[in-house]
């Protein structure tokens, strides 16, 4: 099983029963239940979770009998289950038969959800399909990606997150018995109707990204996928990246620490009033947040959020919501003004004080510019949709 990160557009994620009394307390609607298979049939699938215009999508890849089917799960305005199934092998002619391994992958825009069905054939060699919709229920074919028309012996999928309607595909060949990596990064600013390349400088392959943000790509980057050196690149996607100054960051001496941890890799980035944050997480699990304020040009480090990780970021009307988790698997809810995000993070005046604790779960806020905030709360067997 795959999960898939972004940005916008949400995680929909695996997580455990909230069982916290303080949430008598709090106005709290629940909207609906649902157990976790009214989602996804059956978990030895390859399938993904996602949230697209603001609803949770769940796309499973499905085989009735030889044929390949992809199942998709969402909900309405009311929160009712939709449910929907496209055949793969109608559109694509795979069947069970004359595929050895198949899986999906997940990627979107703000307009379109896109699915690369890919595995390999009995003889080696490896198919690719891409795939698009606007609603999860009716898909298309994609012809137009470079590399349909090639027999690429790669394997492709999608970037963290997305920004308006660009959508990248980042496809990774293996060259010869030494496994060489080629990494190339194909994007599309028109969802999917052209598409432009680019390459990656030489000896280096992506870890971490894109993180495609304000019309730029960023990408975490090593020589070989063992190794300790890690660095952050950017591009315009007209020419090949270059490196960001981050050696200020490469280390950092936490609190209570008495010895600086190293840089692991960029985990999240995110855009929000004008500004980039980006969240590193370091050697033994630490994590800190970077800022900057010139398009990721340069970056500063802005402030550590003690044994927490920031999942979900977002800014509306002045406000900023954030929602972060920890190692005993509570979430942590945050809703703040400009004024008090700059005196928790930038000129640390205040405490970082959650505005709700979802205490032993993990959840994600769907609809952060609504007045009424919508929270989906997952465990191994239950869904539900929660009003704050």
């Known amino acids: 099983m795959r999960l898939q990160r972004s940005l916008l557009y949400i995680l929909f994620i695996q997580a455990l029963w909230f069982c916290n009394l303080g949430w008598a307390k709090q106005d709290m609607a629940v909207i609906s239940n649902y157990d976790f298979s009214d989602f996804v049939s059956d978990e030895d699938n390859d399938y993904s979770l996602i949230t697209f215009k603001d609803q949770p999508y769940t796309l499973e890849l499905q085989v009735a ?40 992958d997940v990627g979107f825009s703000d307009s379109n959800i ?20 606007t609603d999860g229920q009716i898909w298309t074919m994609n012809h137009t990606f470079p590399l349909l ?17 660009t959508v990248g595909i980042v496809t990774m060949d293996f060259n010869g018995k030494n496994l060489n990596r080629t990494q190339i990064v194909y994007f599309s600013k028109d969802n999917g109707v052209t598409w432009d390349n680019f390459g990656l400088p030489e000896g280096l392959f992506i870890t971490d990204g894109p993180f495609i943000l304000n019309k730029q790509f960023f990408m975490n980057m090593k020589p070989s996928w063992s190794s300790d050196k890690t660095s952050l690149y950017y591009t315009d996607g007209k020419s090949i990246p270059v490196e960001v100054d981050i050696s200020a960051l490469l280390s950092h ?6 010895s600086a941890k190293l840089l692991d890799y960029v985990e999240q980035m995110f855009s929000v009033d004008n500004k980039l944050i980006a969240s590193a997480a370091y050697s ?15 970056w500063s480090p802005l402030t550590e959020i003690e044994g927490q990780w920031l999942e979900q970021l977002a800014y509306h009307n002045g406000q900023y919501y954030m929602l972060t988790t920890d190692n005993h698997d509570n979430t942590y809810y945050y809703n703040l003004t400009a004024k008090q995000f700059d005196a928790v993070f930038v000129n640390h005046t205040e405490s970082l004080k959650a505005t ?30 929660v009003k704050i």
Not at 78 to 104: D, F
Not at 151 to 165: A, G, I
Not at 379 to 385: A, E, G, P, S, W
């Open 356 to 385: 709700h604790t979802f205490t032993d779960s993990y959840s994600t806020l769907l609809d952060y510019k609504s007045t009424v905030k919508t929270f989906l709360v997952i465990n191994d067997d239950i869904v539900q949709f």
């Open 114 to 133: 896109f699915v690369i069905f890919q595995g390999t054939k009995p003889d080696g060699n490896m198919y690719h399909y891409l795939l698009s919709s």
């Open 65 to 104: 009998g030889t044929n390949f089917e992809l199942a998709t799960t969402t909900v309405d305005k009311n929160y009712k289950l939709v449910k929907s199934s496209t055949s793969l092998t109608s559109l694509t002619g795979m069947t069970k038969g004359n595929v050895l391994k198949s899986y999906i």
């Open 284 to 298: 033994t699990g630490k994590n800190l947040l970077w800022l900057s304020k010139d398009h990721g040009k340069t």
């Open 253 to 258: 001496n936490f609190k209570n620490d008495k």
């Open 149 to 165: 028309s090639e027999n690429s012996d790669s394997y492709w999928y999608f970037h963290e997150s997305t920004d308006d309607n």
